[in-house]
């Protein structure tokens, strides 16, 4: 209203019409805003709905886990008794001996003679000692490796068949 001349009329005009561009801009960036906040809410309904499924799946995994290591540590103790029963029905010296190896040999201290040769450092045995293994009447060293040997008849193979 106290606008006196057609220029300031128009200058009016103009700052009216960047005032409303101004708002029109303004509410635009509320609009996307408002859609990106809406998108982001959805995208966060579905993270937690997968978050609450992996959630249950690491839950149920979880027990599995603390299940078998409850029958784990049973079957150890299981085993411990086992080995403490085996342990005192073998001679001192032996046992000794098989410690010993055990130690010196990365935990590996007995193996297996088959086909005339020690199956954990493949060497070849003279035929006497591959005998004296065969009938597991004594304990009987690797001259290798110095493990401890012993022989497991293949299946169906009986003592008198053996060669």
């Known amino acids: 209203m106290e606008v006196k001349t057609n220029r300031e009329y128009q200058a009016m005009q103009k700052e009216i019409e960047t005032g409303q ?9 509320i609009l996307e805003r408002m859609l990106e906040a809406d998108e982001i809410a959805a995208a966060v309904k579905l993270a937690e709905a997968d978050l609450a499924s992996e959630q249950a799946a690491i839950d149920a995994d979880r027990r599995r886990t603390e299940q078998e290591a409850g029958q784990l540590e049973k079957q150890l103790e299981e085993s411990a008794a086992a080995r403490a029963r ?6 001192s010296p032996a046992l000794a001996l098989f410690d010993q190896l055990t130690r010196g040999r990365k935990g590996i201290a007995v193996a297996e003679a088959r086909d005339g040769l020690c199956t954990v450092c493949h ?10 293994v065969r009938r597991n009447e ?5 001259d290798s490796c110095q493990r401890i040997l012993y022989f497991a ?11």
């Open 153 to 163: 008849a293949p299946p169906g193979e009986t003592e008198e068949h053996g060669g």
């Open 21 to 29: 561009h101004d708002v029109r801009r303004v509410e635009d960036q």
């Open 123 to 132: 060497v070849r045995l003279r035929p006497q000692r591959f005998n004296e």
């Open 86 to 91: 085996l342990v005192a029905e073998i001679p």
């Open 138 to 142: 004594a304990i009987i060293q690797c």
